[in-house]
C-alpha cells in the first residue's frame, strides 16, 4: 500500500472523510432499498393488489361511516365526509410524510458531487447554433435578455471558435474537489464561468456544477449536510441563487422541450435517454427551490424562486409527490400573511399545476385550493378581509379553467353546505344554528357564487354560441342555500348575515341574468327597523357591515344601526331592481307594486324623530325612481302585440330592452349612489391608515 499523500492527509485530519464515508454509504442503502421495492413490486402485482384494494375499501367504508357522525365545522366545511376524505386526509399526510423522505434520499443521493456525472456525457457540440438564438432571445425572453445587458453583459459577447479551451478543465477540476480536500471557496468568478458555459453552450456539466453548487448555498446551514463548495459572501450566495433559478429553465427548455397546447394546457417532454439521464437532477433542483421557499425571507428571492419554480413544473408532474409538496408549499405562500406580490405569484405557480394534462393533479389542486381558503377565512376582519377576497377571486379563477373537472368537487362541496343547513334546521340549538352563521359558510356561498358568476356570465355564452356552461345547474341548488341560510334566524341581530348573502346573490343575478326572488328578504329588514320604536341615541361608530355577520349588542335599538340597516337594505333593493334580470323583463311594472304598496305603508308607520327624517326622505327617493322606471318600461311595451302564440316577440322585446336597462331612472340613480358609496369607503380606510399611524407614533 502507497504512502498516502498530503492531500488526503488535510482531508482526513479535516473530518470531512467521515462525514463522505457515512452519505455514500446512505447513498448506498437507499439504492438497495429502491431495488428492493421494485423487485418486491413485480413478483406481487399480478396476485396481491386486488385483495388488498378491496380490504382497504371495505375498511374506508367503516372507518369513514363512523366519522360522519362526529364532526365540527372545520371538518365538515373541509369535505371530510366526502368519498371517504377523511381516510384521503390521511393518506396525504403519509403521502406528504412519504414525501419529506424522499427530498431527504434526494438529498442523500448527491452528497456526492459525481453522482450526476452521468449528466456530463450528454453534453455534446451544439455551439454552433447559439448565436442565432443569442439574437433572438431579446424576442423570446426580453425580461432575462435585460437582466443579462444590466448584470452580465459579456455573456452575450459570444464567440463560437472559442467554444473548446481551459474552461472546461477548470470546471472539471472544481467539480472534483470535495472527494479530495476541504470545501473551497464559491466565488464570482466561477459563476461567471458556468453561466458562460450556459449561455453559450447550453452546457449540461456546467448545468451540474452549478446546481450542486445551489445545493450547497440552499443547505449551508445544515450541520449534517456533505457540501461540495462553501459560501462566504452575501453577494456570492444572491448570484449563484438567482442564476440557478434563471439559467436552469432555458438550458432544460433547449436539451428536453415540451409543448404547450392550444388550449393553455401543456404536454410533459417525451421520455428519452436524456431526460432519464436529467431527471434525477431536476428533482433534486425542484426539491432544493421548496427548501428556499421555505427559509427565504426576501420577498424578492421568493418572487424569483416561485415564478422560475413554475417553468419547471412540465418536467417534475410526473412525480406525484413532489407534486403534492409543491403544491402544499405554493398554497400556504398563497394563503400567508405576505405582500400581494408573493401571493399573486404563488397562485400563478398553482395555475400553472393546474393546466397539466393530468386530470388527477387537477383535482388536487382544485381540492387543495378550496380547503385552504376554507381554513383562511375563519376569521375575517378589516385588515384580513382584502386577502380574502384575493384568495376568493383567484380560486374561482381555477375552477373556472376546466368546468367538467370543477362540477364534481362543486357539486359534492355544495352538498355540504345544503347538509350543513339542513342539520340546522332540524336541531334548532344555538350550537346548531352556529355551524352556518359562521364566517366560513359565508365566504363559502361567496365563493360559489363568484364561480357561477364566471363560468355563467351571460355574455361569455353569447360569444360561446349560446353553449352553456357544464356548472350551470349549481346556480339553483347555491340560491336555494342562500335563501335558505337567511330564513333560518330572522332576528335584527343577525341583518348583518342577511346581508351579506344578498350581496353575494346580486353578483350572481348581474353575471348570469338570473331572475331570483330577494325582494321577499329585503323589505323585512325595512319594515322591521322603520317601525321599531324609541330607539336610543349613543356615540357608537357607524357599523361597518363588510366585516360583521352579527351584530354586536351595543348596537341594537339604537340609532346608528337602524339608519346602517336602512341605507344598506335600500341600497341592495334598488341594485337589484335595476338588475338587469329585473328590469329588463316584460313584466317589471307588475313586479314592483307589491315592493312599492309595501314601502308607502311603511313611510305611513315609520317613527319620528330628528334623525327619521333622513332614512325617510332616502326611501321616499327611492320610490319616485321605481316608479319612474316602471313608467319608462311600460311606455316602451305599449306598441307590443302580446298573445300566448307570439312568445317570440316577447323574447325580442326583453333582448332588446336588456341592452338599454342603464338608460332608465333607476339604473341612474344606483349609478350615483354606487359612486357615493365608493368615496365614503375611500375616506373610512384613509381614516383606518391614519390610527395605524397614530399608533406607531406611540
Known amino acids: ?44 402485482k399480478a396476485v396481491e393488489v386486488p385483495e388488498d384494494e378491496d380490504v382497504e375499501d371495505d375498511e374506508e367504508e367503516k372507518i369513514s361511516t363512523s366519522k360522519k357522525r362526529k364532526m365540527t365545522v372545520d371538518d365538515f366545511l373541509g369535505a371530510g365526509f366526502m368519498d371517504g376524505s377523511d381516510d384521503d386526509d390521511g393518506q396525504v399526510e403519509a403521502d406528504e410524510a412519504d414525501s419529506d423522505n424522499d427530498m431527504d434520499e434526494d438529498e442523500d443521493d448527491i452528497d456526492d458531487a459525481a453522482s450526476f456525472a ?91 456544477k452549478l446546481l450542486i453548487a445551489f445545493r450547497a448555498a440552499v443547505h449551508m446551514n445544515d450541520e449534517d449536510q456533505v457540501l461540495a463548495w462553501s459560501i462566504d459572501s452575501s453577494s456570492v450566495y444572491n448570484k449563484l441563487v438567482s442564476t440557478s433559478l434563471m439559467y436552469t429553465p432555458i438550458v432544460l427548455e433547449h436539451h428536453v422541450p415540451f409543448k404547450k397546447l392550444p388550449n393553455g394546457k401543456f404536454k410533459p417532454p417525451t421520455q428519452t435517454k436524456k431526460l432519464k439521464a436529467l431527471q434525477k437532477l431536476i428533482l433534486s433542483y425542484f426539491h432544493n427551490t421548496i427548501q428556499l421557499l421555505s427559509q427565504a425571507t426576501d420577498s424578492e428571492m421568493m418572487q424569483l424562486a416561485i415564478t422560475e419554480s413554475a417553468k419547471i413544473i412540465p418536467y417534475v408532474v410526473s412525480s406525484r409527490k413532489t407534486v403534492k409538496v409543491y403544491l402544499k408549499k405554493c398554497l400556504e405562500l398563497w394563503s400567508a400573511d405576505a405582500d400581494d406580490s408573493t401571493r399573486i405569484a404563488a397562485f400563478l405557480a398553482v395555475r400553472k399545476l393546474a393546466s397539466a394534462t393530468d386530470v388527477s393533479i387537477m383535482d388536487n389542486v382544485l381540492k387543495g385550493t378550496y380547503l385552504t381558503l376554507v381554513r383562511s377565512s375563519k376569521s375575517t376582519s378589516a385588515y384580513t378581509l382584502p386577502a380574502i377576497n384575493l384568495m376568493k377571486n383567484s380560486a374561482s379563477e381555477i375552477f373556472s379553467l376546466d368546468h367538467t373537472a370543477s362540477y364534481q368537487l362543486a357539486f359534492g362541496y ?96 348581474r353575471h348570469t341574468h338570473t331572475y331570483i326572488p330577494i325582494s321577499p328578504y329585503i323589505l323585512p329588514i325595512l319594515t322591521t327597523t322603520l317601525s321599531a320604536p324609541s330607539l336610543k341615541s349613543s356615540t357608537l361608530r357607524p357599523l361597518d357591515f363588510e366585516v360583521q355577520i352579527r351584530a354586536p349588542q351595543q348596537y341594537l335599538k339604537t340609532r346608528v344601526y337602524a339608519e346602517g340597516l336602512i341605507d344598506e337594505a335600500s341600497f341592495l333593493l334598488a341594485e337589484w331592481l335595476a338588475s338587469t334580470a329585473v328590469q329588463g323583463q316584460i313584466a317589471f311594472p307588475e313586479v314592483v307594486i307589491p315592493i312599492v304598496v309595501t314601502l308607502r305603508r311603511s313611510l305611513k308607520s315609520a317613527r319620528t324623530g330628528s334623525t327619521a327624517g333622513k332614512d325617510l326622505a332616502l326611501l321616499k327617493t327611492l320610490i319616485e325612481r321605481v316608479e319612474e322606471s316602471s313608467k319608462w318600461v311600460e311606455s316602451r311595451r305599449k306598441n307590443l302585440r302580446i298573445a300566448p302564440a307570439q312568445q317570440d316577440n316577447v323574447a325580442m322585446w326583453q333582448k332588446e330592452m336588456q341592452s338599454k336597462v342603464d338608460e332608465s331612472p333607476l339604473a341612474r340613480y344606483v349609478k350615483v349612489q354606487r359612486k357615493a358609496r365608493e368615496k365614503r369607503q375611500k375616506l373610512v380606510e384613509k381614516a383606518r391608515k391614519g390610527e395605524d399611524e397614530i399608533l406607531d407614533r406611540e
Not at 9 to 30: C, D, P, W, Y
Request: charged content about 30%; proline content about 3%.
Open 414 to 509: 355544495i352538498r355540504q353546505l345544503a347538509i350543513h343547513l339542513r342539520n340546522s334546521m332540524k336541531i334548532k340549538t344555538k350550537e346548531a344554528y352556529k355551524q352556518v352563521y359562521n364566517w366560513q359558510y359565508v365566504h363559502s356561498i361567496d365563493f360559489w357564487c363568484l364561480v357561477l358568476a364566471r363560468a355563467c356570465d351571460a355574455e361569455t355564452e353569447k360569444q360561446n354560441g349560446g353553449q352553456a356552461s357544464e356548472l350551470k345547474p349549481l346556480i339553483y341548488p347555491v340560491v336555494q342555500i342562500s335563501l335558505g341560510a337567511i330564513k333560518l334566524i330572522s332576528s335584527s341581530r343577525s341583518y348583518p348575515f342577511h346581508l351579506h348573502i344578498i350581496r353575494s346573490l346580486l353578483h350572481l343575478i
Open 1 to 44: 500500500m502507497g504512502k498516502a499523500s498530503k492531500a488526503t492527509k488535510k482531508f482526513a485530519s479535516s473530518g470531512q472523510l467521515k462525514k463522505t464515508i457515512e452519505a455514500r454509504r446512505k447513498h448506498q442503502q437507499v439504492r438497495k432499498r429502491i431495488q428492493n421495492k421494485k423487485t418486491g413490486k413485480g413478483k406481487q
Open 118 to 208: 452521468d449528466v456530463d456525457d450528454l453534453d455534446d457540440d451544439e455551439g454552433q447554433n447559439h448565436l442565432l438564438e443569442l439574437s433572438k432571445l431579446a424576442e423570446t425572453d426580453p425580461e432575462f435578455y435585460k437582466y443579462l445587458q444590466e448584470n452580465d453583459k459579456e455573456l452575450l459577447d459570444f464567440d463560437a471558435s472559442k467554444m473548446a479551451g481551459p474552461e472546461d478543465e477548470d470546471m472539471e477540476d472544481a467539480a472534483d474537489i470535495a472527494d479530495t480536500q476541504r470545501r473551497p471557496p464559491l466565488t464570482n468568478d466561477i459563476i461567471r464561468k458556468w453561466q458562460k458555459g450556459l449561455l453559450e453552450h447550453r452546457s449540461l456539466r456546467a448545468l451540474r
